[in-house]
């Protein structure tokens, strides 16, 4: 795990003035990495990072000579933390890089944003427990929880080509569903769309096929973490589900957030990792003491839902729901790295794991419409007096995230939004 350095100092302050306003998500202390050009422009993409309201040019200010964020990644963990220290320094109060780094800022408002990465494969795990029960007593009320679940860290192959970045725009999904009492399948437009409230866990270096990352190494192939939105269509998942897990009612769309908060970052905000009493222990391979000690993240999560009606009339997104990451994240980041890659599957750089949905053990911290609405049987009232059950076409969904503690400064992942039409 990250030790703690100077990049972190509570008392560090930027030059760019809006980095030192508080709340801002990217204080000096964050410094995310994502890709970006000038909005409207055909400029091929740049890797920046976020500092205030401004994106910091990295190769303008000289610290890299790529545009290949996945070549950026998988350099050693020393020339990562290299980079982020030289990042600080020159973006600190008192720089001499000042002048000249001035000249590589864009405002935030003026850039277009892509996938931080070249993502080759994409795993979604099921990470959230309380997600995990509340969904298995949907499906099959004598047994919620599968067997396996305390054992394995479960996981399916998800589609990294339907993947794009915060903003993203798509068509509902078309599919074969089947109602409970109905003989046979029929076919149209999904009529049960949700949302999954998730992390996206973005792979630094990769490893060689055969060998795997030992836990004690896992967070060395981590470069970082970002919001992710699994889009569900859950009339398609229940219908095709079963015996291998979820197809077409997942990859349609996956929205992610354009920065990737580092490993390095959130190294103020790391939490025990415990299991209930009476639950099992990890398999050895899957447990270390340094996760034991630090293996979870302190991450708040918030959803908020904007109708069409309410974009027309001018109202901000209503929250659905607040939670936090510790209380539901059964597995760690470290752990799905060991036991994505215990049979000796290779990650690669810019892969990315989704943590699953991580809804809280209480309600109203549920990570998705069909937990919120006991599957669409208790519509939520919206501040307007609109009802939803599940997703209609024009609604906007935004999940945002942050890490708060005492002495620490707040840092934030930024949001992920899409709609649906
Ligand atoms: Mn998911």
Redesign the pocket.
């Known amino acids: 795990m990250t030790a703690l350095n100077a990049t972190h100092d509570p008392k560090l302050r930027s030059w760019v003035a809006s980095a030192n306003e508080a709340g801002t998500d990217f204080p000096i202390q964050n410094l995310p990495f994502g890709r970006f050009r000038a909005a409207g422009s055909q400029e091929a993409f740049r890797i920046g990072v976020a500092i205030g309201d401004q994106v910091l040019d990295l190769k303008a200010a000289g610290l890299v000579d790529t545009d290949d964020m996945n070549a950026l990644m998988s350099v050693s963990v020393k020339d990562r933390q290299a980079l982020r220290a030289s990042i600080s320094a020159g973006l600190a109060e008192g720089s001499d890089k000042q002048a000249a780094w001035s000249k590589a800022l864009l405002a935030q408002a003026a850039a277009e944003m892509t996938v931080p990465c070249r993502i080759g494969d994409y795993t979604?795990?099921?990470t959230g427990i309380h997600h995990a029960t509340t969904i298995g007593k949907l499906f099959r009320p004598d047994q919620p929880l599968m067997p396996n679940y305390k054992w394995v860290p479960i996981g399916y192959h998800?589609r990294a080509s339907s993947i794009r970045v915060s903003g993203q725009v798509f068509k509902r999904p078309q599919g074969q569903t089947k109602a409970p009492d109905a003989a046979e399948p029929s076919f149209g437009p999904s009529k049960r769309l949700d949302y999954?409230l998730?992390l996206g866990f973005v792979v630094a270096r990769g490893n060689a096929l055969g060998e795997p990352i030992a836990i004690g190494e896992a967070e060395d192939h981590l470069f970082g973490v970002t919001l992710l939105n699994?889009w569900?269509a859950r009339d398609v998942q229940a219908w095709e589900y079963q015996p291998l897990g979820?197809f077409l009612s997942?990859s349609f769309a996956s929205t992610l957030s354009p920065w990737i908060v580092t490993t390095e970052a959130l190294a103020p905000f790391r939490a025990k990792f415990e299991r209930p009493a009476g639950d099992p222990q990890p398999l050895p391979y899957l447990d270390s003491a340094a996760n034991r000690e630090s293996g979870a993240l302190d991450i708040t999560l918030e959803v908020l839902l904007q109708t069409a009606k309410m974009r027309a009339a001018g109202e901000a997104p209503a929250r659905l729901t607040r939670g936090n990451t510790t209380e539901a994240a059964y597995w760690t980041a470290a752990q799905l790295i060991a036991h994505h890659t215990v049979n000796g599957c290779n990650l690669q750089p810019g892969d990315l794991l989704?943590s699953?949905?991580l809804s809280g053990p209480k309600p109203d911290e549920a990570g998705s419409l069909i937990e919120l609405t006991q599957g669409g049987k208790q519509p939520i009232t919206l501040p307007n007096g609109e009802k939803r059950a599940f997703l209609e076409d024009g609604d906007t969904l935004v999940i945002r995230g942050y890490c708060e503690r005492a002495g620490a400064v707040r840092i934030g992942l930024g949001e992920v939004s899409g709609t649906v039409v």
């Open positions: 979604d795990f099921y998800g999954e998730e699994d569900s979820p997942k989704g699953g949905t």
